[in-house]
């Protein structure tokens, strides 16, 4: 079936202007989450949404980051006035409810999208 | 606080080697989980494996192996007659539960060349 979507694949924009990245999980996943990852860097967590709980932000960096999910399905990871420093790979990740199962179960993984590259100029 | 060490910065290998690559974690909890990823040129990752806590059994999937020892804190693992698809970088995370959010290492680069 279809994998984790997002858009735009790459955002080139000005310092100071506010950017939108979107992402589509998989169909009935219930959690989703933001990761950035920055050049040679490993992945750093940003905020993750999980059914109707209220979503884990402990990870953004500034409040001039925000994330929305919109019916439990497609979420919006928006930067106001952006710096060069945001400059990274933005990556979303879905997953099921965990079910225990085995060392290769699907129901909790993580699966990610391509990611949203945004370059700050 | 959570962490995760993955020393190995680059690793180089020629095709049909064997290869390791060790994960260090550090965690204070008694339940959590720890993952494997794969980042091959694409950029995508992948998932390769899930391990909770209490299964400290032994993985093996075909070239790939994973050997889990909580006394040592770590979760390496091992290509075995590497390929020059395996090329690609390489991400051991940790989280507390089964979902939320993931600790992840900084990456192993993994080269094999034919």
């Known amino acids: 079936g279809a994998g984790v979507s997002q858009s735009p694949s790459n955002k080139v924009t000005e310092k100071g202007k506010d950017v939108e990245l979107r992402c589509d999980p998989i169909s009935g996943h219930t959690a989703l989450y933001w990761y950035r990852q920055s050049l040679g860097q490993g992945l750093e967590f940003l905020i993750y949404f999980q059914g109707n709980s209220a979503p884990d932000k402990s990870g953004l960096p500034s409040d001039r980051f925000s994330a929305e999910r919109t019916g439990g399905s497609v979420s919006t990871l928006t930067i106001q006035r952006t710096q060069q420093e945001d400059s990274a790979v933005y990556l979303c990740?879905?997953?099921?409810?965990?079910?225990?199962?085995?060392?290769?179960?699907?129901?909790?993984?993580?699966?990610f999208g391509p990611g949203t590259r945004l370059t700050v100029l | 606080a959570q962490k995760v060490t993955q020393a190995q910065t680059e690793i180089s290998v020629v095709e049909k080697e064997d290869v390791t690559l060790d994960c260090v974690y550090e965690t204070r909890d008694t339940t959590y989980y720890l993952f494997w990823y794969k980042q091959p040129p694409s950029g995508e990752l992948v998932f390769l494996i899930r391990r909770n806590s209490f299964d400290e059994q032994n993985e093996i999937s075909g070239r790939y192996s994973w050997n889990f020892q909580k006394s040592t804190s770590s979760f390496n693992f091992t290509i075995t007659a590497s390929q020059v698809v395996d090329s690609a970088v390489y991400f051991c995370a940790l989280s507390n539960t089964n979902a939320g959010k993931s600790t992840f290492g900084d990456g192993t680069t993994l080269t094999v060349k034919p």
């Open positions: 990740a879905s997953s099921l409810v965990d079910t225990g199962q085995g060392p290769y179960s699907s129901t909790d993984t993580q699966y």
